[in-house]
């Protein structure tokens, strides 16, 4: 038999591709099983469990595979720094089995050429599924249109567009992106920050600011934008993504166009649920992110906006870095932090600890809703009969301490390192196919 702790397998004769997942606590509710065959879930009473690969998952929690809107792949140009292969190894870690690759890379993913070349590095890294967002604007420089139709035609398929990293801040132009956006039946991410109020500001505008001596990042210039966005979206009758809410007014402009009948949604990282302006205090540039974390009125904010549903997701914002990019005056050095392997756990911390989401909601806010969004198939019916075998076994007893050492990704930059973190993803399986065993990369089970 398989112990609790680990899960690790029978094999023997198992059929190849065939796995029975016993007692496994579905989303949070009665232990009950699991039986995986030809990439899909299958009744478990048709499974010859003599000849299956057996998974003991007694005291774990099945939840389906994760999907991240918003992370950062950084490749092609920013290698040092992330590969598409490093990352969706990271992501695997972290329990994801999509993650939706935003557009800011050396060259713009706005052209078919750069968004099927990472849409290419994808599948032969195998490890997960991942989605090119494609550009908003011809360089992210916010002055014309990328040819978005010719994107959502390209062999990617691309169904979300933002120049994230970079505000869409012209009007005119963000009116016409979520027009054609429409017209494509896709949906704009965009990121709320107004930059000519923003200049130079590198932390939250707070007393704190003020007595470290960095310039100080209004709410209001988060929260303006995605009023505008909202009103835009309503008169082109488009769908508006608003990436990494981080304020208690933006809720309130978020809650406020939902009420309206505006198409909006809206996503939250797991360090904006957890982490606050405090940390800055240590001028540690692991905690420089963008946008800044807040204070402790806009964490629980974030928080109860999760709960209620207002804001929609949970997004990583995933945004590795190499080490001479952290390694400088707070003023000056890189922002973004990593994210993909410590998001559940913080999520599980933030929210499921507190009694905010059961496990069940933590499904939704990470795999369901966020795959919704982004017109992923495949998560609309997770863990049923027939559906695609994307599945995580987490240990929600476990704890765990981040070390640098033992993140999968190229890059160290975690705002979480030497923190006590709750749960441990031990398995994951992407269509079928296992990635992850007893919390390390099955290599020799991933079909690149």
Same mark, same amino acid.
Request: aromatic share 2%.
């Given at each position: 038999?398989?112990?609790?702790?680990?899960?690790?397998?029978?094999?023997?004769?198992?059929?190849?591709?065939?796995?029975?997942?016993?007692?496994?606590?579905?989303?949070?509710?009665?232990?009950?099983?699991?039986?995986?065959?030809?990439g899909?879930? +299958?009744?478990?009473?048709?499974? *010859?469990?003599?000849?299956?690969?057996? !998974? *003991?998952?007694?005291?774990?929690?099945?939840?389906?595979?994760?999907?991240?809107?918003? &992370?950062?792949l950084?490749?092609p140009?920013?290698?040092?720094? =992330?590969?598409?292969?490093? #990352? +969706?190894?990271?992501?695997?870690?972290? #329990?994801?089995?999509?993650?939706?690759?935003?557009?800011?890379?050396?060259?713009?993913?706005?052209?078919?050429?750069?968004?099927?070349?990472?849409?290419?590095?994808?599948?032969?890294?195998?490890?997960? &599924?991942v989605?090119?967002? #494609?550009?908003?604007?011809v360089?992210?420089?916010?002055?014309?249109?990328?040819?978005?139709?010719?994107?959502?035609? /390209?062999?990617?398929? +691309?169904?979300?567009?933002?120049?994230?990293?970079?505000?869409?801040?012209?009007?005119?132009?963000?009116?016409?992106?979520?027009?054609?956006?429409?017209?494509?039946?896709?949906?704009?991410?965009q990121?709320?920050?107004?930059?000519?109020?923003t200049?130079?500001? !590198?932390?939250?505008e707070?007393?704190?600011?003020?007595?470290?001596?960095?310039?100080?990042?209004?709410?209001?210039?988060?929260?303006?934008?995605?009023?505008?966005?909202?009103?835009?979206?309503?008169?082109?009758g488009?769908? %508006?993504?608003?990436?990494?809410?981080?304020?208690?007014?933006?809720?309130?402009?978020?809650?406020?166009?939902?009420?309206?009948?505006?198409?909006?949604?809206?996503?939250?990282?797991?360090?904006?649920?957890?982490?606050?302006? =405090?940390l800055?205090?240590?001028?540690?540039?692991?905690?420089?992110?963008?946008?800044? %974390?807040?204070?402790?009125?806009? !964490?629980?904010?974030?928080?109860?906006?999760?709960?209620?549903?207002?804001?929609?997701?949970v997004?990583?914002?995933?945004?590795?870095h190499?080490?001479?990019?952290?390694?400088?005056?707070?003023?000056?050095?890189?922002?973004?932090?990593?994210?993909?392997?410590?998001?559940?756990?913080?999520?599980?911390?933030?929210?499921?600890?507190?009694?905010?989401?059961?496990?069940?909601?933590?499904?939704?806010?990470?795999?369901?809703?966020?795959?919704?969004?982004?017109?992923?198939?495949?998560?609309?019916a997770?863990?049923?009969i027939?559906?695609?075998?994307?599945? !995580?076994?987490?240990?929600?007893?476990?704890?765990?301490?981040? =070390?640098?050492? /033992?993140?999968?990704?190229?890059?160290t930059?975690?705002?979480?390192?030497?923190?006590?973190?709750?749960?441990?993803?031990?398995?994951?399986?992407?269509?079928?196919?296992?990635?992850?065993? *007893?919390?390390?990369?099955?290599?020799?089970?991933?079909?690149?």
């Amino acid at each position: 038999m398989t112990t609790p702790q680990t899960g690790t397998p029978q094999t023997g004769t198992a059929r190849a591709g065939t796995t029975l997942v016993t007692g496994a606590a579905v989303l949070g509710g009665e232990p009950r099983d699991l039986a995986i065959a030809d990439g899909a879930f +299958v009744d478990p009473t048709t499974i *010859d469990r003599d000849a299956a690969e057996v !998974v *003991d998952a007694s005291g774990l929690v099945a939840l389906p595979g994760l999907v991240d809107l918003h &992370t950062h792949l950084r490749q092609p140009g920013g290698e040092q720094a =992330e590969t598409v292969a490093t #990352g +969706v190894r990271a992501a695997a870690a972290g #329990g994801y089995t999509c993650v939706f690759a935003m557009a800011n890379t050396t060259p713009v993913a706005d052209t078919p050429a750069v968004v099927e070349q990472v849409h290419r590095l994808g599948l032969e890294a195998g490890l997960a &599924t991942v989605r090119p967002i #494609g550009a908003v604007s011809v360089g992210l420089a916010g002055e014309r249109l990328a040819d978005m139709g010719m994107l959502a035609g /390209s062999a990617a398929r +691309v169904r979300v567009f933002s120049d994230d990293g970079h505000c869409v801040a012209d009007a005119e132009l963000m009116r016409r992106a979520l027009e054609h956006a429409a017209s494509l039946g896709a949906v704009i991410a965009q990121h709320a920050q107004d930059p000519s109020l923003t200049r130079g500001s !590198v932390m939250h505008e707070s007393p704190l600011a003020a007595e470290l001596g960095l310039t100080g990042w209004p709410s209001a210039a988060e929260a303006a934008i995605v009023a505008r966005d909202a009103m835009l979206a309503e008169a082109a009758g488009a769908r %508006l993504h608003v990436c990494h809410v981080s304020t208690l007014e933006t809720v309130e402009v978020v809650r406020a166009a939902k009420a309206k009948g505006i198409a909006i949604t809206a996503e939250v990282t797991p360090h904006h649920l957890l982490l606050t302006e =405090e940390l800055v205090r240590s001028y540690d540039a692991r905690y420089k992110v963008n946008p800044p %974390l807040r204070a402790d009125r806009d !964490v629980r904010a974030l928080r109860e906006a999760l709960a209620d549903g207002t804001i929609d997701i949970v997004a990583t914002d995933h945004a590795p870095h190499a080490p001479e990019a952290k390694q400088a005056a707070f003023a000056d050095a890189a922002f973004g932090m990593v994210g993909l392997e410590t998001a559940l756990g913080v999520v599980q911390e933030a929210m499921v600890e507190t009694g905010l989401l059961d496990w069940a909601g933590v499904a939704r806010v990470m795999s369901t809703a966020p795959a919704a969004i982004g017109r992923e198939s495949g998560y609309d019916a997770p863990l049923e009969i027939g559906s695609p075998a994307h599945l !995580v076994l987490v240990d929600p007893a476990a704890r765990r301490t981040v =070390e640098a050492a /033992s993140l999968k990704g190229r890059s160290t930059n975690s705002p979480f390192l030497g923190v006590e973190l709750p749960g441990t993803v031990l398995h994951v399986w992407h269509g079928g196919r296992r990635t992850v065993m *007893d919390a390390e990369i099955a290599e020799t089970q991933v079909q690149a």
